[in-house]
Structures are given as C-alpha cells and as structure tokens.
C-alpha cells in the first residue's frame, strides 16, 4: 500500500447523550479516493469536522502525515496539509472572487504578517490565483463580489480555495450539492484531475453513485456514526448495508 | 502619490475633490484661517483623523468593538505630560514621553486581547469597556500622579509655543505655535498614510478576510487569535500616539479631553459618519463632526438672531440647543447613508 496520509483512531465525539462519530479507525493513503457514503444524519459531516478540528473529538486521534494533529487547531491542521471545502458555502461574502482565492495562496505562501507592503504588489499571489479561478472557469468573474455570484459558481469557488490550498489531504463536502447537471462536471473533472495527481488522498462525501461509480478507488459507508462498511466500490455497493441505505431503509440490524 | 496612498484610491470624483479641500485647508490653516480658535479647530482635526482612522482599522476592518479607544489616547498624552513634567521641558522628554505612551497602550492592548479575544470577539468589547472605566478612576483617584480630575500642566520645549516668534509670513504671524501645527500636521498624516498602508497590506487583506467569515479563516490557516491580537496593539499604538500629539499641542492633559467616555462616543460617531472600514471615512467624519462641534453653536446663534421675529423658531436655534441639533444630524446621516458618506460617494447614488 502506499504511503499513509491520514488516519484516525477510534474517533469518537458525542454530544450529550448522543454518539455522532463512534471510534472511527480509518486510514487513507496517497493517490487514493475514498467515497464517504452513509445517510442523513449518519455523521459524516462531523466526521470531517473532527478532522479539520472544528469540533474536539472526545476520544480517539487524527494523524496527519504521520504526526499526531489531535490537539492542534484548525489553522495549524490546515498547515500541516489538510484542506477542506465545506457542504454549506463559506466564504468571504463581500470580498472579490480574486481575493478569496488569492488570500488562500497568501496563507499558504505566509505572507498574512507581511503589514507595510501593499497586497496587490505581490504579483506572484495573483497570478497563482488566476490560474486557479482558470481551472474551475471563474476567471471570468474575478471583479465581482461573492454575494453576486449564482450558488452553482458559488461552489466552483468553494472548491477554488481547497485547490489553491494545495494540501495533501483534500476533503470535498458533497461539493456538487445544488449545482445544476451543466455545472456539476467542471468540478467533478476537476476532482477527477486531482485524483490522477495521485500524491494526494481524496476525501469525498457525495450521494450520487454514478459519481462515485466514476471516482472512488474505496467506499467507506458511516452508519449512526459508526463505520459500517469499508472497501471496494463493487463489493461495498453490492453489499447488504449499501442496498439497504439507498433504499431508503433504516440501518437497525447492522 | 499612489503608492503613497498604498493603492488604494478614493474612487469617487466628489470624494477626491472633498479629501484634496480638507487636504489643503488643514495644510493650508495658519495662512488660511489665521485665529487661535481656528487653528485650534485645524489641530484638532488632524489629531482626530488618526484617533479615528486608527478606531477604523479595529471597527471597520477587523469587525471589532471596543470601548478603550479613549484609554489608549490618554496613554499616549499623559505619558508626554509626565516625561514632561519629570524629566524637565525638552524635546528629550516629548520623545521618551510618547515612545513609552505608545509601548504601554500596545502592551495593554496585548493583555487584554489575549485575555478575551481567545474567548469570543464581543468579550472583548466588554473588557475594554471594564478596563477603561478603571483607568478613568484610577486617573482621577490617583491625582498626585495624574493631576486627577484638574489634569496636569507642563512646558514644552520654547521653539513650540508662541513665545517663539518668527516674523511674518503673507501677512501672518508666524511663531512657536505654527511650528508646532506643522508638527501636529505631518505627524498626522504620516500616521494617516502608514494606517492606509496597513489596511492595503496582505495584513490588512486578512483582517478583512476575518471580519467576513473568521471560521472560514481560520480554515485556510490563518490563526485568527493572533490576527485580531496584531490590529488591536497596532490601533492602540496609533492612538497613544495621537494622543502624543494632542499632549504636544495642548501642553495640557486631563480626563476630559483624552479619556472621557463622551469622546469615546465621538470617535464611534465619526467613524460610522464617515463610512466603515474606508479609512477616507475617518477624514471625513472627523472633519464635519469636529467642525460641527466647534461652529454649531456659533451657525445657531446666528441663525436665532436672524429668525427672531418668526415664533418658536429662534427658540429651536438657540445655542443652547446644540447638542440636540448635533444628535438629529446624526441620526439623519446614518438614515441615509448607512454605509456612511465615503460609502455612499462611492456607490454614485
Ligand atoms: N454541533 C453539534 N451538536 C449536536 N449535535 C450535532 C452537532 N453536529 C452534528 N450533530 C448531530 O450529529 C449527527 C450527524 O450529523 P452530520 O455529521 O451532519 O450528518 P451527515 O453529514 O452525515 O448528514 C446528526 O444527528 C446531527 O444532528
Ligand atoms: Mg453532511
């Protein structure tokens, strides 16, 4: 197999009484896609939540590149290479479609401190970020303000960030939720690009299972928080959990 | 002159034609309006620009609240009316004096942001409001140090104060004083450009970027804490050092004219007048609310002697009434320019 990117170790959080993830062990390696599927509710947006680290897991651990991130903050996960777009669009609403991109790469290049020369002065980041907007065709649009723009470009952008990002761990939110059939393909292509890099690990929440059907090298399945299932596409939606799940059936015996 | 500007442009034909008057008035004050008050009324600009523009980096550009804007000011004069008084009139002293002002407001800033910025950002606004309301105490109970609520008065170096003269220039007496507006002038300015520059830097970019969405911020990896930690500091520096100028210049510090909870509300007034997170806000804004402050009275007693014959209407302008009239200008200010006057220049509507 090869190398490990990201792993977690009976990952687990509740709140309150209620298990949303429970003791998750699940490791994913370069050049991989996985398929996170799993109904409503089943926990997999938490899932990636205590991987970001936007939620603190009460037990379990996350590694990230082999070193342990259980304790470190989102921004400091997000430099040791994990990078996340998120099901609910969020992004800086009333700044340029340039300049979110573009304060991604600053991140990245650590260029935030930089406070007696001027943003626009630092070409290099704005190149970068046009290349960027090329790839899911927004560069078009790069004047206008966030709140301008329709959902469907909405998410291209969302999906824009994670790419200008370049982490080693990309993790997709269902990121085609909402886009109409025309739109959805430039940000599968893209996934599908990233996915033929084959340095990364991919991270994909998604319903559609022709999607899946075309992408995922693994499916895991979450159930009630749990891992029910894990392994080759084929195999995993054959299986009795897969059926039962898409059809619409509660997973009691499981 | 752009890249004095750090780029960023006032994008408006009114609004550049407006900043390039007040530019010139205040560059212009001791020649163009010769008078004591009226170089007071110039002085006293110039200072409340930077005391605003730097309220606007924290307000406008960070989305944070604070109550101890005023604090830091005092800072700022009481440590040149202290190095004053102590080490003797000299420039020596107006150096270490602000030097120090401007270490410790930094150094308190820091405190209290790390205190309660980890928390949540309208903590803070509630710390800065605790904090500051001790001071003031402390200020006025400590008044061996402080001079208290009589403030103190101290002696600046002589080239500064009238006392100095210079001879005439276009038919001007210039003196001591003239220097010491010159002073007040490009002090301001230079802290007013190194704010704009702030504000256009990647720096500037991310504070912007917090403001918008911190959570997402946060998720591209920048430490927010840290952040919001730097602009509150950089702000409170910049008003201990407004209120240096404000010291240098008045040769007299006390509770009213730099920590005063009312001047607090003022520098809110005029950045929300002005237009938020614009920095060419804070010109505005302070200029016509300084100006409204210092001739409304003035306008209105005019306008009562002249409306004396009509009913009521002299007794709605009395001079007395003034403040009344200054909060229903600002109400219909902020009613129809929401986004403030800069903010509204620039929207053409
Ligand atoms: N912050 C939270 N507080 C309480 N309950 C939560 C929180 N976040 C998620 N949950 C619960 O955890 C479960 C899993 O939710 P989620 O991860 O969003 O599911 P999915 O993304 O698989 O649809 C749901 O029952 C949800 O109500
Ligand atoms: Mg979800």
Redesign the pocket.
């Known amino acids: 197999m090869s190398q490990t990117l990201l792993e977690t170790k009976d990952l687990t959080v509740r709140?309150?009484g209620?298990v949303?993830?429970d003791a998750v062990s699940c490791a994913f390696h370069a050049g991989e896609l996985t398929a996170i599927v799993?109904?409503?509710?089943?926990?997999?947006?938490?899932?990636?939540?205590l991987i970001s680290g936007q939620?603190p897991a009460s037990a379990g651990s996350v590694s990230l590149l082999g070193e342990e991130v259980t304790k470190f903050s989102v921004a400091q996960r997000c430099r040791a290479g994990l990078g996340r777009a998120f099901?609910l669009t969020n992004l800086f609403p009333n700044l340029s479609v340039l300049e979110n991109v573009r304060l991604v790469i600053q991140a990245h290049r650590n260029k935030g401190f930089s406070l007696l020369s001027m943003a626009d002065s630092h070409h290099e980041l704005t190149v970068e970020a046009r290349a960027v907007l090329e790839r899911v065709r927004l560069d078009t649009m790069e004047d206008q303000k966030v709140t301008e723009l329709s959902h469907g470009n909405q998410r291209k952008l969302e999906v824009a960030m994670l790419i200008a990002l370049d982490p080693m761990v990309y993790m997709f939110?269902e990121p085609t939720a909402g886009m109409s059939a025309d739109e959805a393909p430039v940000v599968l292509d893209l996934i599908a690009e990233l996915k033929a890099e084959r340095e990364r690990t991919i991270l994909l929440?998604e319903h559609k299972m022709d999607v899946i059907r075309a992408l995922a090298d693994r499916i895991i399945v979450?159930h009630n928080?749990a891992l029910a299932a894990d392994g080759d596409p084929a195999e995993v939606m054959a299986s009795d959990v897969v059926q039962e799940a898409y059809m619409g059936k509660a997973l009691e015996n499981v | 002159m752009l890249h004095l500007l750090s780029g960023d442009k006032p994008r408006s034909v009114v609004l550049t034609i407006i900043l390039l008057v007040i530019l010139i008035s205040l560059a212009f004050a001791p020649f163009l309006f010769p008078g004591v008050r009226s170089l007071e009324t110039a002085a006293r600009i110039c200072i409340f620009i930077v005391l605003v523009a730097s309220y606007d980096l924290l307000l406008g550009y960070s989305g944070i609240v604070s109550f101890a804007h005023t604090m830091f000011f005092g800072l700022g004069a009481y440590g040149v009316a202290l190095s004053s008084i102590h080490m003797g009139r000299g420039y020596d002293a107006l150096i270490v004096g602000t030097v120090l002002g401007a270490i410790a407001a930094a150094a308190l800033a820091w405190l209290i942001a790390l205190f309660s910025l980890r928390v949540r950002a309208i903590f803070f606004a509630m710390i800065t409001l605790a904090v500051a309301s001790a001071v003031a105490v402390l200020v006025s109970q400590l008044s061996g140090l402080t001079g208290g609520e009589d403030g103190l008065n101290y002696k600046i170096p002589r080239d500064l104060t009238p006392a100095n003269r210079l001879g005439e220039f276009l038919g001007v007496k210039v003196n001591g004083k003239t220097l010491n507006y010159y002073l007040v002038f490009f002090g301001s300015a230079a802290l007013f450009l190194l704010l704009l520059r702030v504000v256009n830097s990647p720096f500037g970019r991310v504070l912007q970027a917090i403001r918008e969405n911190d959570f997402r911020a946060e998720a591209v990896g920048y430490r927010v804490v840290w952040y919001r930690t730097v602009a509150t500091c950089l702000s409170a520096a910049t008003a201990a050092l407004a209120g240096s100028l404000f010291a240098i210049w008045l040769r007299y510090v006390g509770p009213d004219t730099t920590l005063s909870f009312e001047i607090m509300l003022d520098i809110l007034l005029m950045v929300v007048i002005g237009g938020m997170g614009t920095m060419y806000g804070a010109i505005l804004g302070a200029t016509l609310f300084v100006l409204a402050q210092n001739y409304l009275q003035t306008l209105m007693g005019a306008a009562s002697e002249a409306t004396h014959s009509l009913p009521l209407v002299p007794h709605l302008l009395d001079p007395d009434r003034w403040l009344l009239w200054l909060g229903v200008l600002f109400v219909l200010s902020v009613y129809f320019f929401p986004t403030g006057i800069v903010g509204r220049l620039r929207n053409g509507r």
């Open positions: 709140f309150g209620h949303a993830v799993g109904p409503n509710g089943a926990g997999k947006t938490t899932y990636f939540n939620i099901q939110d929440v979450l928080g």
